[in-house]
């Protein structure tokens, strides 16, 4: 019986201990950003300067479901994409100033580089990279609004 004791306060101990840790340990790390478009959340990795929207996804192996990529384009800009060192397909969202879609690509392939660059038919601010099929799975349209994340 004694012994039954002293293994349960061993494992309260442990919990207790585990606990504290946890408490005293520092803040988690922020989450990754995120957007939000037809009521789905996508954690984003957000491209702001010149070489990381030229660089974008070229020469990744895959963008996994419930990622995308933001491309936060300077003012005024057509926002062409293009398809350079990709490996897999993609589904492109244009957007806006005020985060409107204006413009979908499905399934672009790697196959049109360099032949085609991807535009839309007016100016935007932001360009959203999607797994392909992501569009018609969630039934983006024209003129939805997304949601980005602060301070973009």
Do not use: C
């Amino acid at each position: 019986m004694q012994k039954w004791w002293a293994i349960a306060g061993f494992g309260f101990l442990a919990a207790a201990m585990m606990a504290v840790a946890l408490f005293l340990s520092p803040d988690e790390p922020s989450q990754s950003p995120q957007i939000i478009l037809a009521d789905k959340v996508y954690e984003v990795t957000i491209m702001r300067s010149e070489d990381e929207r030229q660089r974008g996804l070229s020469g990744t192996d895959s963008l996994p479901n419930g990622r995308a990529m933001l491309f936060v384009l300077p003012p005024d800009n057509a926002g062409g994409i293009w398809m350079k060192d990709m490996n897999y397909a993609i589904d492109i969202v244009w957007l806006d100033d005020a985060a409107t879609v204006v413009h979908l690509v499905e399934n672009a392939q790697p196959s049109s580089y360099p032949d085609t660059t991807f535009y839309p038919p007016t100016m935007s601010r932001y360009v959203i990279e999607l797994p392909s099929g992501t569009i018609k799975q969630t039934a983006i349209k024209k003129g939805m609004r997304a949601t980005l994340p602060s301070g973009v």
